[in-house]
């Protein structure tokens, strides 16, 4: 799935991703379909969304039980 320039990337936390520990930066980029640069700089800019709310740093880490 591709996102325009703007467009808030909503995490999908019900990927199968969650059964283990993943950076949000890592998720971004497969779920948008871009560069790991490009995933970094989507982050930062405040364009991706994890539970109602911006996320902006893309080293956090995601899932794990």
């Known amino acids: 799935m ?3 320039e703007g467009e808030v ?3 999908d936390m019900t990927t ?4 283990k520990v993943i950076k949000l930066l890592r998720l971004v980029q497969r ?3 871009v560069s790991r640069r490009k995933a970094q700089g989507l982050i930062e ?3 991706a969304e994890l539970n109602g709310g911006t996320v902006r740093d893309p080293f956090i880490l995601l899932g794990g039980n």
Do not use: C, M, V
């Not at 199968?16 to 059964?19: A, K, Q, V």
């Open 16 to 19: 199968g991703e969650n059964e």
């Open 9 to 11: 990337i909503p995490i």
């Open 2 to 4: 591709i996102f325009s």
């Open 45 to 47: 800019a405040g364009e």
């Open 31 to 33: 779920q948008a379909g």
